[in-house]
C-alpha cells in the first residue's frame, strides 16, 4: 500500500545540535516530497519541497533535506538546532499525476534542550 | 501569510448537535480543503474543492459533508456530531498546478472542535 513513514515520534536534541528527522515512503514511482513544520497552536507552514533535479533541496530556517531514490527516502536535516525550532515536523507526498492532494506521515515532535 | 481564517477557532459542542465550520480566503485560490488533525495520524484529508460548487471526498469523509458557494468560503458540516469527531480542524488553500505539478497549499490556523 502507498504510505509515508516517519519512524520517529520523539526527538530531543540539544541546542546547537544537529538535526537529522526521517521520512520514507511507499509508492510505485517517487512521489513530490514536502516537508511541513507546525508550532504549537499554529497552523502548518511548508519548509521545502522536492520535485525533481539536485536530491539536496535548500528550504527556509535554515533547513535541507536530501531525496535518495534507493532508499525512499527524504530526509530533513538541519546542522545547528535552535531553541525555537522545537515543533511538529510532518513529511508529507503527493503522488505523481495525483494533483494536489497532499498525503501527510503521522508527524516528529522535536523538542530543543537549552 | 497566506490570508486564511477559521472559525470559531474554538468550539465544545455535544454529541448529536450539527456543527459548521468555516473557512475564509482573501487570495482568490482556486482550491480549497479540509484536514483533521489527531496524534499519531498526522493530518488526514477530509473532503476538497476545486472550484465553486465542486468538490470531492478525502480520506476520512464518512460523517462530514462540505459546500462551496463562492470563492473565498468552504464550510465543513458535521451533521451529527460524535466523540470521533474531536479534533483539531485545518483549512488550506492552493493555486492551480503548474505543468502538471503540484502547488503550494498554505493552512489556516486551525479550529479545535471538542465533542462531549
Known amino acids: ?114 | 501569510d497566506a490570508g486564511i481564517t477559521q472559525s470559531p477557532r474554538h468550539k465544545v459542542t455535544e454529541t448529536g448537535t450539527p456543527v459548521t465550520l468555516r473557512c475564509h480566503q482573501t487570495e482568490n485560490h482556486r482550491y480549497m480543503y479540509w484536514y483533521r488533525q489527531d496524534p499519531g495520524h498526522g493530518l488526514r484529508l477530509i473532503h476538497y474543492s476545486y472550484g465553486v460548487k465542486d468538490t470531492d471526498k478525502g480520506e476520512v469523509s464518512d460523517g462530514y459533508s462540505v459546500s462551496r458557494s463562492k470563492t473565498e468560503d468552504f464550510l465543513l458540516t458535521l451533521e451529527s456530531a460524535t466523540s470521533s469527531q474531536t479534533s483539531v480542524y485545518f483549512c488550506a488553500i492552493s493555486g492551480d498546478s503548474s505543468g502538471g505539478l503540484p502547488y503550494e497549499q498554505y493552512f489556516g490556523p486551525g479550529t479545535r472542535l471538542t465533542v462531549t
Open chain 1, 1 to 114: 500500500a502507498q504510505s509515508v513513514t516517519q519512524p520517529d515520534i520523539h526527538i530531543t536534541v540539544s541546542e546547537g545540535a544537529s538535526l537529522e528527522l526521517r521520512c520514507n515512503y511507499s509508492y510505485g514511482a517517487t512521489p513530490y516530497l514536502f516537508w511541513y513544520v507546525q508550532s504549537p497552536g499554529q497552523g502548518l507552514q511548508l519548509l521545502l519541497k522536492y520535485f525533481s533535479g539536485d536530491t539536496l533541496v535548500q528550504g527556509i530556517k535554515g533547513f535541507e533535506a536530501e531525496f535518495k531514490r534507493s532508499q525512499s527516502s527524504f530526509n530533513l536535516r538541519k546542522p545547528s538546532v535552535h531553541w525555537s525550532d522545537a515543533a511538529e515536523y510532518f513529511c508529507a507526498v503527493v503522488p505523481t499525476g495525483g494533483g494536489n492532494k497532499l498525503t501527510f506521515g503521522t508527524g516528529t515532535q522535536l523538542k530543543v534542550e537549552l
